[in-house]
């Protein structure tokens, strides 16, 4: 079996850390310069020849420089004659551009991909995709995870009577319905349309929530907008509480804020794909770790076992 070795990007170091604590294996130090043009430099301060090298960076804030940042360690990685290269990408920002929605708008999502295997990787590793059809823009092979696993560990251990899990959109619903299988509980799914970025509307929702307790499970919350838009719709239907789960929590401009002040929501869940930046002072924000999936899946891809058997697909 060939040697493992992790490099994490500036991204997420924490994350890197515990994953590397997980799997046993130490995190291999990288040297990044920045010259006076600005330009970036890596260096990777470990053996690579005829290695199996995992490079972990999620594509949070700022998104072109952890992205250029990746680029470069693949590249680095390649050249230094790895064995295999997987890029470990918990979070994929680009995979909201999927698709045209307006003449002449460049599609991210596949363009990206096909730069990550340019660079040099092999496969990747993500989880939550915005989009599972961002799953066929690679060239490469994908390991797909999700973290409804610790979202249904998490939730169990409350007193589940007169709940139901609700998915923002038709999009989501089908995940939605998973987490809702694994709890025993029923699922609603609101009729979103996105008007802009920061401009959503929820028509309607289909399936019955009035009078109960709601589960919100989203793959990610940016400026919070599609959840205030349907705080307002389960107050119309008189829901009793509610608690809100993502897998990504950017919580970008004050939007964890702005969402725990609404007096429906009891509990908000995020894991540590990113780093939290907002805080959770004054309000219950519970932060689930997957640096344990993220390792089990890194231990199978290197020891080729299945890493669809373990996680769902």
Known sequence: MREIVVFSGSAHPALSAEICADLGVPLSPVRLTRFANDCLEVQLLANCRERDVFVIQPLGPPVQENLVELLLMLDAARGASAARVTAVIPYYSYARSDKKSMPRISIGGRLVADLLSTAG????????????????????????????????????????????????????????????????????????????????????????????????????????STIIELLDRLRDHHALSVRIACTHGLFADGALKRIAAQPEVRQIVCTNTLPVADGGAGFDLRVISVAPALAEAIRRIHEGESVSALFGG
Do not use: Y
């Open 121 to 224: 990787a092999s496969r990747i590793l993500t989880m939550t995709l915005h989009s599972p059809q961002v799953h066929g823009f690679f060239s490469v092979p994908v390991d797909h995870l999700h973290a409804l696993r610790e979202f249904a560990g998490h939730f169990r251990s409350m007193d589940l009577a007169n709940h139901v899990v609700v998915s923002p959109d038709l999009g989501n619903a089908k995940n939605a319905a998973a987490l809702a299988r694994m709890l025993s509980l029923p699922v609603a799914a609101g009729a979103k349309e996105r008007l802009s970025d920061e401009k959503v509307t929820i028509s309607s929702i289909i399936g019955d929530v009035t009078g109960r307790h709601v589960i919100v499970l989203d793959d990610e919350i940016a400026r919070g």
